[in-house]
């Protein structure tokens, strides 16, 4: 019985773990942990040399494995990818969930996109659940999901212009 306790717990901790990757829950508590993000404000006179240096590190790691809950080169799930590019391009330090991301930026409309900002998206049904950085030409990186790697995508595919919840910006 103890070994099954065992487990228990170590399933509730990988659950746990999961939640603070790209995936976000609708409990209260998550909700309000969301508002409680502090926004993320970057000179707006940084966007042009900042989105082109996102863009350029960005570039360098398609190809990279998803990896579940991933935050280095080795191995990436969407929002970890997008905290080392803004931590390693910018030194700016971004919350960890894709549902954080989007609380601490502010929302722009889709046509005000620019290299640098962020787009995201609802994959799970259950809320903010993706994120992506737009690099310009309706395009965007992403760590899509297990067994992929980092790839772009184009914003207006039906599967991402469809899920598309919010597109947000650092730079104000």
Known sequence: MQINAFWKAGLVSLALLGLAACSTTSSKRTSSA??????VRINPAMQADGGRELIMQSMDLVGTPYRWGG???AGFDCSGMIQYLYKNALGVNLPRTSRDMAAASKRISKGS???GDLVFFNTSGRGISHVGLYIGNDQF?????SGKTIQTETL???YYASRLVKAGTYFY
Do not use: N, Q, R, W
Not at 34 to 39: I, L, Y
Not at 141 to 145: E, G, K, N, Q, Y
């Open 156 to 158: 207006s595919k039906p």
């Open 34 to 39: 969301a508002s409680k993000v502090k926004p």
């Open 113 to 115: 996109l620019k290299a």
């Open 141 to 145: 990186i992403h760590a899509p999901s």
């Open 71 to 73: 935050t280095t080169d």
